[in-house]
């Protein structure tokens, strides 16, 4: 197994191995996670991909997550991220799974307002458009490093709090279904996650991050835009350009992404795979520390 680097300080191709080869073999899943932990970002290339195939790679990570309501993939472990409707043909821009894209490319890290956050998202492209639809990623670890030391003290002793019907409502009020409401309740989390394997902590915010426990609502709102903006500072990012038979893994506890556009009458099909964060994988220390008392 090769590991080319391929982003600013982050992300990763690893050559010579397969997703199969890594779901069968422990050595070369070693291999995949030690590098899965060091790079953040994971790029797979000319993968022959089947949802079984990406499912049981997903699952050597960790267990994988059951697909909330008001996705499409509801109650398996997939999320199919299409534009293309029920009759085969592209949606227009202003119906939902248009919609649904547009809150995709605000910058963000996938299930942060989960009551179990995610370890891992597995992309797999299936329909790739000719032009645009890149994925656009930031590492949060080098954004935590780059903070003056009593920013990151700040960071490691905040906790903000994280809603799916925030994110959606800047893209259009009422994106977020009441169903998806009800059973998405807000959710808190420290600031930064310090990845126990390295002991490097990272900014852990997303487009869902609203409010910060024990601050004026105006005050916290600014303290996260400033430190999403200092995370997203322009050449910090690496952009993954789509080829049919690529699969990306990225961390989420490190990185935040987001969609970039594609020509609305392009078709686009990608299949996520998301893997839950456990114990070992640092989850506890995030929790609000009365929490951590009550469970
Ligand atoms: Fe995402």
Avoid at 25 to 32: L, N, R, T
Avoid at 102 to 114: E, G, M, V
Avoid at 153 to 171: E, L, P
Avoid at 179 to 195: D, T, V
Wanted: hydrophobic share 40%; charged share 20%.
């Amino acid at each position: 197994m090769d590991i080319v680097p391929l982003g600013p300080g982050f992300a990763a191709e690893l050559r010579g191995v397969t997703l199969a080869d890594i779901a069968a073999d422990d050595a070369a899943y070693a291999a995949a996670r030690a590098a899965f932990e060091e790079y953040s970002v994971l790029v797979f290339r000319g993968q022959e991909v089947t949802d079984e195939g990406q499912l049981a790679f997903s699952r050597r990570f960790g267990p994988p997550e059951v697909t909330k309501v008001g996705s499409l993939g509801t109650g398996t472990h997939f999320i199919t991220l299409t534009t293309i409707g029920p009759d085969g043909k592209v949606v227009p821009s202003d119906h939902r799974f248009a919609l649904r894209n547009k809150a995709n490319q605000l910058w963000h890290t996938d299930s942060s307002f989960k009551s179990v956050p995610a370890l891992s998202s597995v992309l797999s492209a299936r329909i790739v458009p000719d032009h645009g639809g890149e994925t656009e990623f930031v590492s949060t670890r080098l954004a935590f490093e780059r903070l003056d030391p009593s920013l990151q003290k700040k960071a490691v002793n905040t906790f903000v709090w994280h809603d799916y019907a925030h994110s959606r409502g800047q893209i259009a009020p009422g994106l977020a279904s009441p169903e998806e409401r009800a059973a998405l309740p807000p959710q808190c989390w420290r600031m930064a996650w310090k990845n126990p394997v390295n002991g490097r902590s990272a900014l852990y915010l997303a487009s869902h991050a609203y409010a910060v426990e024990g601050m004026e609502p105006a005050e916290g709102k600014k303290l996260i835009d400033e430190l999403m903006a200092a995370a997203t500072a322009p050449g910090s990012s690496y952009a993954h350009k789509w080829r049919n038979g690529d699969v990306v893994m990225w961390d989420n506890r490190a990185t935040m992404h987001r969609g970039r556009p594609w020509p609305a009458d392009e078709a686009r099909l990608m299949v996520r795979t998301t893997i839950s964060a456990t114990a070992t994988d640092g989850v506890e220390s995030m929790l609000l520390p009365t929490k951590q008392a009550a469970e």
